[in-house]
């Protein structure tokens, strides 16, 4: 599977942005989704989950209550709903992909397939 985020851009803090990430492929509706980011300097950390179906969804503490993952399969693309941003949600923001629907979902490397990455910009 391929995947293209886009969607990010410079907002000022509490603002909000949504992120797409769209894939090719027919066999979109059977992965778990995930969305990851890296700061500058900083190691790429694990945002928000979801299962191939959407029933379950996954959060970083940092983000809990304030985005919202969720997928259209038939569109073959995931959204990350980002609300009152702050500036340290500063980060280039990737989509991930993997087969496997269960186990460990926070690491990188548990997933096979990366988008190129879309810039959020959050401005104090």
């Known amino acids: 599977v391929q995947l293209q985020a886009s969607g990010g851009g410079l907002v000022q803090a509490g603002g909000s942005l949504r992120l797409s990430c769209a894939a090719s492929?027919?066999?979109?509706?059977?992965?778990?989704m995930g969305w990851f980011r890296q700061a500058p300097g900083k190691e790429r950390e694990f945002v928000a989950a979801i299962t191939w179906n959407g029933g379950s969804t996954y959060y970083a503490d940092s983000v809990k209550g304030r985005f919202t993952i969720s997928r259209d399969n038939a569109k073959n693309t995931v959204y990350l709903e980002l609300n009152s941003l702050k500036p340290e949600d500063t980060a280039v923001y990737y989509c991930?992909?993997?087969?496997?629907?269960?186990?460990?979902?926070?690491?990188?490397?548990?997933?096979?397939?990366w988008g190129q990455g879309t810039l959020v910009t959050v401005s104090s």
């Open positions: 492929g027919r066999t979109f509706s059977s992965y778990f």
């Open positions: 991930a992909a993997r087969v496997r629907n269960i186990g460990e979902y926070s690491r990188p490397y548990e997933y096979g397939y």
